[in-house]
């Protein structure tokens, strides 16, 4: 299933602290041009890769049947190979070799994963309940991810330790129809998310570090939307910012206050799931997405390198 971000809300947690509310400076740099990765037929969404490309991990949809998906994953220099068995697949995120995806069978959603050389299927401790968990990332022993309930009223972004059971949950919203959260990346000491509120036409970025507990609102200017966010093992957030409707996107860096716009894209494509972001070594990072037509809807598997 495919949660987009269109058509929701979102609202503002009780309790949460939020630092970093100032106006950032702006850095303007060459803008990157994106580069195809995955053009295949079909529908390709929401990707996530290893170090270098060695393996990319992302949802295809199924012939004649647009809002079906499955995982591939594509190794380097190999085909591709399909990683969910049964049910409904969609890629989450990768670390080292190991895969977390969702699984979605039978109205039920569950985290999954995949040791990429071994091929070895597991189940992740203490994520999965009877509830709908979604769009998962992982970074050593920690996965974050949503969860949704009650009809997709409520909603949650969660982040969980593995090897300690601690659980935090990082920003919620409960019985307000019109709000939603979705969970960004895990990566090193920093998480992402972002908040939706369709009653206002308001979205926002947040940065989280873990080590710390503590939260920034990345700034927003008035009558702009941001979302999708990405980040680093240093901290530094990928994401995208638009006006109201699909299309009119730029892809943007945020690092240390300093705001840096990286990618236009062209006229009428919008971006239909979450960024991704890889630490390449020696200052360069990949950072993947799908890149959607708003006319047709057809997306497909984009790259910049940022460096």
Known sequence: MVFHRRGWRMGVAAGLVVIGLVCAATAWATLLTPEPVVTAKGRQIHASAALAGAYLAYGQSRPGNSDAFDVYVKPAGRRRFKVNARGQGFAGGIDGTNLIWQRVRNGQSD????????HTRSVPNGVNTR???FWPTISGDWILYG??????????VILHNTNTSETRILDERVNRFHVRVGPGQVNGDYATWETINGRTSVLNVFLYQIS???????PRPTGK???????TADGTV???RSGLGCGHVVL???AAGVDTPLAVLPRGYD??????????GGGVTSVYFDRVQCSTGKSHIYIITVS
């Not at 969860?147 to 949650?156: E, I």
């Not at 939307?225 to 980040?231: H, N, R």
């Open 147 to 156: 969860q949704t309930w009650h009809r997709f009223v409520n909603w949650r």
């Open 212 to 218: 710390t507990a503590t939260t920034t609102k990345l």
């Open 252 to 254: 943007r860096k945020y």
């Open 271 to 280: 971006v239909l799931s979450n960024t991704f972001a890889v630490d390449e």
């Open 111 to 118: 985290l999954r994963l995949f040791d990429l050389a071994s």
């Open 238 to 240: 990928f994401y995208l």
């Open 131 to 133: 509830r709908f968990e």
């Open 225 to 231: 939307v941001q979302y999708y966010p990405s980040v």
